[in-house]
């Protein structure tokens, strides 16, 4: 099992340029979630996914947009990148039921310049 | 709305001595409890989690943690630090009632250093 893993690892994009963040995890998760990690503020939802086909807005949602179009796939894009962006990006899945833990990916480092 | 604190953002210690990291949460319910460890430039692993039932709570690496619901706390301890516990260190609840996305909120980690 590889688990949650990330790709890329590390990204540098100018203002104004897109990408998209691939997340796929090999444990048969429902539930999905992205997140961004800046210093002195913890993790924060971005947005997230309870099944192939739907998402939901997390905590800081603007500027991103997610799809889930495969159950072990979840995709997290930036259409517009700005530097308030430039952070470290994890990926989670986990079952349906909030005694269980949610398991991490690896992480993306982003640079926004 | 449900929030977690860790008090203390950084936390020295010296090799042997006991760790203490402290987390409280506010809800109405007592939530579902976890406290995870990031190693530089590592994803998120659990340490462990309290659910329901004894409210000392054993971990992987010595660590264990206590719920106490008259001080809606979950405090992190570890009897004698070890080199390799220097990490990033979060407390995250969920609701019991949130079954239908698992959301975590997470503190703002605690980041400890052990000194030889």
């Known amino acids: 099992n590889a688990g949650v893993t990330q790709t890329p690892k590390f990204r540098v994009l100018k203002t104004g340029q897109s990408m998209t963040l691939l997340c796929a995890q090999d444990?048969?998760?429902?539930?999905m979630y992205w997140y961004r990690q800046d210093p002195g503020m913890g993790l924060r939802l971005i947005h997230y996914s309870v099944g192939e086909g739907t998402t939901a807005k997390g905590e800081v949602p603007d500027g991103y947009n997610v799809s889930r179009l495969k159950k072990q796939n979840f995709l997290l894009g930036l259409e517009s990148a700005a530097p308030s962006q430039t952070s470290v990006y994890f990926c989670?899945?986990?079952?349906?039921?909030?005694?269980?833990?949610?398991?991490f990916g690896p992480g993306t480092r982003l640079t926004v310049t | 709305a449900q929030s977690v604190t860790q008090l203390g953002s950084h936390v020295s210690v010296s090799e042997g001595a006991l760790v203490l990291l402290r987390c409280n949460y506010s809800s109405s319910v007592p939530p579902y409890l976890f406290w995870y460890v990031q190693y530089p430039n590592q994803g998120l692993q659990l340490l462990l989690k309290?659910?329901?039932?004894?409210?000392l709570v054993k971990g992987i690496n010595g660590f264990e943690a206590e719920f106490k619901k008259s001080e809606t706390s979950f405090h992190l301890t570890k009897p004698s630090a070890h080199m390799s516990d220097a990490a990033e260190y979060f407390c995250a609840v969920s609701p019991p009632s949130g079954g239908a996305t698992n959301k975590l909120i997470f503190g703002t980690g605690t980041l400890l250093a052990v000194q030889p």
């Open positions: 444990m048969n998760h429902e539930y």
């Open positions: 309290y659910t329901t039932g004894a409210t």
């Open positions: 989670a899945s986990s079952t349906p039921s909030g005694r269980y833990e949610q398991y």
